[in-house]
Nanobody, 124 residues
């Protein structure tokens, strides 16, 4: 059974940084695409970043490009999201997800496995 556990969320001031982690278990981590999504109150879940199984291909939403960096350590079965220059509009619950393919994937419908989410609040 696939399990995804996020950590690293919290309260940060505008302009600050946070690093989210997502530890995966249950199947061969290095085989599958990983993604980060977020959901703000009253809004639909939206794509933030995706990374291919090998880590060789990466994609970002326009809203986070240049500020967020997704990476993965296949030896540690972990995917990361480094978030810099945070803005109040980045406030959301952040979810990691694992797909059933190796290539990058932006649509949440393509991810069958999800973590429980971690809250990120950007406020002064």
């Amino acid at each position: 059974q696939v399990q995804l556990v996020e950590s690293g969320g919290g309260l940060v001031q505008p302009g600050g940084s946070l690093r989210l982690s997502c530890a995966a278990s249950g199947r061969t981590f290095s085989t599958y695409v990983m993604g980060w999504f977020r959901q703000a109150p009253g809004k639909e879940r939206e794509f933030a970043a995706t990374i291919s199984a090998s880590g060789g291909s990466i994609g970002y939403a326009d809203s986070v490009k240049g500020r967020f960096t997704i990476s993965r350590d296949n030896a540690k079965n972990t995917v990361y999201l480094q978030m810099n220059s945070l803005k109040p509009e980045d406030t959301a619950v952040y979810y990691c997800a694992q797909g059933n393919i190796a290539t990058i994937l932006r649509s949440p419908s393509g991810y069958p496995y999800w973590g429980q989410g971690t809250q990120v609040t950007v406020s002064s």
